[in-house]
């Protein structure tokens, strides 16, 4: 996990998971958990030159050396002037709190399993099509959820454990609604979201492609030991 600070640089978020905000965001505390992207525009100031400017992480208290930026000693070049790119529309999706879920997804764990803990969504581990004698010829071993192609739909993450879950969902992109019951006003689409511990995270989201996708969390040994589940795109 990552909170990126790009040492007082002009810098903008300019697209999430790949996909561009509606307008360019200050990075300062955005968490950036495993399958998280961000594209950044950022500019050298005159004054940096034949400096060295560090990119430091801040997620936790004990900072954390990224990368670092050395800034030549030329002369200055004219920045190049162009508009922002940005999304067409991110739409709001506000006063979502009393629409129940279409689907919750409690995330917990368990001992037991091939590496003596189980991770878990809604009390069930996934077994994995690897897994030859568990696996079942419709879900292969995972549990299977529907949802309609083409319509809003809200999806709630309730954490249960004490550990980070970056939850990150194949095919489709979504918006966090709220967290913990407070609203988020986010101008931009993802498809991973860190749920913290104990936190519970609700976001909105319209599938546009038919097929049956992937939900997990994306710290990958957690997928492997049982977090993860199906989601199947179809018109009703």
């Given at each position: 996990?990552?909170?990126?600070d790009?040492?007082?640089?002009?810098?903008r978020?300019?697209?999430?998971?790949?996909?561009?905000?509606?307008?360019?965001?200050d990075?300062?505390g955005?968490?950036?958990?495993?399958?998280?992207?961000?594209d950044?525009?950022?500019?050298?100031p005159?004054?940096?030159?034949g400096?060295?400017?560090s990119?430091?992480?801040?997620?936790?208290?004990?900072?954390?050396?990224?990368?670092?930026?050395?800034?030549?000693?030329?002369?200055?070049?004219?920045?190049?002037?162009f508009?922002s790119p940005?999304?067409?529309?991110?739409?709001?999706?506000r006063d979502?709190e009393?629409?129940?879920?279409?689907?919750?997804?409690?995330?917990?764990?368990?001992?037991?399993?091939e590496?003596g803990?189980?991770?878990?969504?809604?009390?069930?581990a996934?077994?994995?099509?690897?897994?030859?004698?568990?696996?079942?010829a419709?879900?292969?071993?995972?549990?299977?959820?529907?949802?309609?192609?083409?319509e809003?739909?809200?999806?709630?993450f309730?954490?249960e454990?004490?550990?980070?879950?970056?939850?990150?969902?194949?095919g489709?992109?979504?918006?966090v609604?709220?967290r913990?019951?407070?609203?988020?006003?986010?101008?931009?689409f993802?498809?991973?979201?860190?749920?913290?511990?104990?936190?519970?995270?609700?976001?909105?989201?319209?599938?546009?492609?038919?097929?049956?996708?992937?939900?997990?969390?994306?710290?990958?040994e957690h997928a492997?030991?049982?977090?993860?589940?199906?989601?199947d795109v179809k018109s009703?």
């Open positions: 996990m990552f909170a990126p790009f040492s007082g640089l002009d810098a978020v300019i697209a999430v998971d790949g996909l561009y905000t509606a307008k360019p965001l990075p300062a955005f968490e950036l958990a495993p399958g998280n992207r961000i950044l525009d950022i500019t050298i005159p004054s940096a030159a400096r060295q400017l990119v430091v992480d801040r997620f936790t208290r004990r900072p954390n050396a990224l990368a670092s930026i050395d800034v030549s000693q030329g002369p200055a070049v004219q920045s190049p002037s508009p940005a999304a067409a529309h991110v739409p709001p999706w979502t009393a629409i129940a879920p279409r689907l919750e997804y409690r995330l917990a764990a368990r001992r037991g399993g590496f803990i189980e991770w878990t969504l809604n009390g069930a996934a077994r994995h099509a690897h897994d030859t004698e568990a696996s079942s419709d879900g292969d071993g995972h549990e299977v959820s529907v949802l309609p192609r083409r809003w739909s809200k999806l709630r309730v954490n454990s004490g550990r980070l879950h970056p939850i990150h969902l194949h489709m992109f979504f918006k609604l709220s913990n019951g407070r609203p988020a006003d986010e101008p931009y993802r498809d991973t979201v860190l749920v913290h511990a104990r936190e519970t995270v609700d976001v909105g989201l319209v599938p546009l492609d038919e097929g049956r996708w992937m939900l997990h969390c994306h710290i990958l492997e030991a049982g977090m993860m589940s199906l989601l009703m």
